[in-house]
């Protein structure tokens, strides 16, 4: 669940940094391991929270679009 706290983390604060109308950037540096390692923990944290498959279907989902954000540049949902 920590990782996907990170991201929410991360998209919020994005979306402030143009929050009053001027221009922002954002560039997130990753490594195709660091999505495997992310995908690695919240897979452990799900087990052993117990959360629902649907719990981590969405938190799986979100680091799905963050990496296809990335890679693909298309912009943030916010």
Do not use: F, W
Request: hydrophobic content about 30%.
């Amino acid at each position: 669940m920590e990782a996907a706290k990170r991201q929410r983390i991360s998209e919020q604060e994005t979306g402030r940094a143009g929050r009053d109308g001027g221009s922002a950037r954002c560039i997130m540096y990753y490594s195709y391991a660091d999505a495997q390692k992310t995908r690695h923990m919240l897979r452990q944290s799900a087990e052993q929270t117990r959360s629902s498959p649907a719990q981590l279907q969405c938190n799986l989902d979100s680091l799905h679009a963050m990496v296809r954000r990335s890679h693909h540049g298309l912009p943030s949902i916010m």
